[in-house]
């Protein structure tokens, strides 16, 4: 099983629908983030978390909202999507813990289309 | 102007061929990641690197913190190696929970 995983894979949504991208970790990692991957840039933060009671805005969180359930999970939701939050989600996490050298584990991703 | 550039954005090998990335950084880091994609989407750590030289398998990585500078180098390529290579810095300012990636190099090694 993978350590770090994103549901739904691939979704087609229309505009206007709300649609929630579901991340679920076994590291047992602290850290927790979303990410989109557009072509031609890099990838760009939306949220980010460093335990359960904390939830901090990225660069680009306009139109999205998280929620950190529990540590091992973190929910990425469009509230009304539209075409141009078109893209591929990457979740990803990371240990903040000293000595683990903070490598991120990233999700296969998802691959979200918006109509 | 990108705080985290890499060169070549495309690359093209032939099977075997030793291979460099570069990654220059405008900002003071206190690590850097060399990251992959594969053409499914799918993202792999493949280094962390705070200063000199790491190696795993047919991949080293450098770093000069005083040049802000980082190479990813592949000996001995192969078609598997073919990926998008990302470098991404974790700055020593602004917010803790944000990477500063760059575009990526695109690999396409032929047999």
């Known amino acids: 099983d993978a350590d770090v995983t994103q549901t739904p894979r691939n979704r087609i949504t229309k505009t206007g629908k709300r649609i929630m991208l579901e991340c679920s970790q076994t590291k047992g990692h602290d850290r927790m983030y979303w990410y989109r991957q557009d072509p031609g840039l890099g990838l760009r933060l939306i949220y980010y978390s460093f335990d359960v009671k904390d939830i901090n805005k990225g660069e680009i969180s306009d139109g999205y909202s998280v929620s950190r359930q529990a540590q091992a999970k973190f929910s990425l939701s469009l509230e009304s999507a539209i075409p141009n939050q078109t893209a591929l989600y990457f979740c990803?996490?990371?240990?903040?813990?000293?000595?683990?050298?903070?490598?991120?584990?990233f999700g296969e991703g998802s691959w979200l289309t918006v109509v | 102007k990108n705080e985290v550039e890499q060169s070549p954005q495309n690359l093209t090998a032939q099977e075997g061929e030793f291979i460099t990335i570069n990654c220059s950084y405008s900002?003071?880091?206190?690590?850097l990641h060399w990251l992959q994609q594969h053409p499914g989407g799918g993202i792999v750590s493949l280094f962390m690197?705070?200063?000199g030289k790491k190696k795993h398998g047919r991949l080293i990585a450098t770093i000069n913190i005083q040049e802000k500078h980082s190479s990813l180098h592949i000996t001995a390529s192969h078609p598997r190696d073919s990926a998008v290579y990302i470098c991404a810095v974790r700055s020593m300012s602004g917010s803790q929970g944000n990477l500063i990636f760059g575009k990526g190099t695109k690999l396409s090694v032929k047999p």
């Open positions: 690197l705070s200063s």
């Open positions: 900002v003071g880091i206190s690590a």
């Open positions: 990803a996490t990371s240990d903040a813990r000293q000595g683990t050298g903070n490598t991120i584990y």
